[in-house]
């Protein structure tokens, strides 16, 4: 079955230092990658996406993702973090094996970046 | 654009009571999704509806019914409420029909069961 791995449910960081969030997901046939952000008391939202092209993606605020097909991997990184920066971060896959498409989140890393 | 709209945004009920809880996007999305999220669990599916009139069961549904009411509502509804569904509950859409889209979500519904 299709499934997602965030190994860390905490990362925290001190403000303007580096951070990676590690996300892992079984193999498919095709699959579409998301990172998602969920500051407190609201839903998520979409922080980027990897579909298919250039294997390095950027969002608008500073974070980036690279997919590795070889390792299934898809980690989020930001060189220099911000108070600001503060939140939960979801991965979340689109994959099929048999050609239906299955939507699964992982269970989150809560990053907390300290003064 | 408000995209996806939930209401209420909090709610306390005691163990036994019934509500619903609504949902409506105005994206003319075909996918609506409920879920819940708990600590240390992510967020887990427990209902979703495909395409009007359409709606399925994921992950954690007993406990659950949903109405997809038309192409803009989804809402769920709690029967009988346990404590066990204390949780933050999530209404999300996504675009048509595409596996690479991604979900849309609401600001979600706080329920605490007494």
């Known amino acids: 079955a299709q499934s997602v791995t965030q190994l860390d449910s905490q990362v925290p960081v001190f403000e303007e230092a580096p951070v990676e969030l590690r996300c892992n997901y079984s193999?498919?046939?095709?699959?579409?990658l998301f990172w998602y952000v969920q500051y407190p008391n609201q839903g998520l939202q979409l922080l980027l996406k990897?579909?298919?092209?250039?294997?390095l993606v950027e969002s608008i605020n500073g974070f980036e993702a690279e997919f590795n097909k070889s390792q299934t991997s898809f980690h989020l990184r930001k060189p220099s973090v911000h108070i600001s920066d503060t939140a939960e971060y979801f991965c979340a896959v689109s994959g099929s094996t048999s050609g239906t498409y299955k939507y699964i989140f992982g269970t989150g890393t809560r990053l907390k970046v300290l003064a | 654009n408000a995209g996806v709209t939930q209401t209420p945004k909090f709610q306390v009920l005691k163990t036994g009571q019934s509500m619903t809880l609504q949902c409506a996007q105005d994206?003319?999305?075909?996918?609506m999704y409920w879920y819940r999220q708990d600590p240390g669990m992510g967020l887990r599916l427990i209902y979703y509806s495909a395409s009007e009139g359409t709606t399925d069961k994921g992950e954690v549904p007993n406990g659950y019914n949903v109405s997809r009411l038309n192409k803009r509502e989804f809402s769920l509804r709690l029967e009988s409420a346990a404590p066990s569904q204390t949780s933050v509950y999530f209404c999300?859409?996504?675009?048509?029909?595409?596996?690479?889209?991604?979900?849309?979500f609401g600001d979600g519904t706080r329920l605490s069961i007494l």
């Open positions: 193999s498919s046939v095709s699959v579409y």
């Open positions: 990897y579909l298919s092209g250039s294997t």
């Open positions: 999300a859409s996504r675009g048509q029909g595409a596996p690479n889209q991604p979900q849309h």
């Open positions: 994206m003319n999305h075909n996918s």
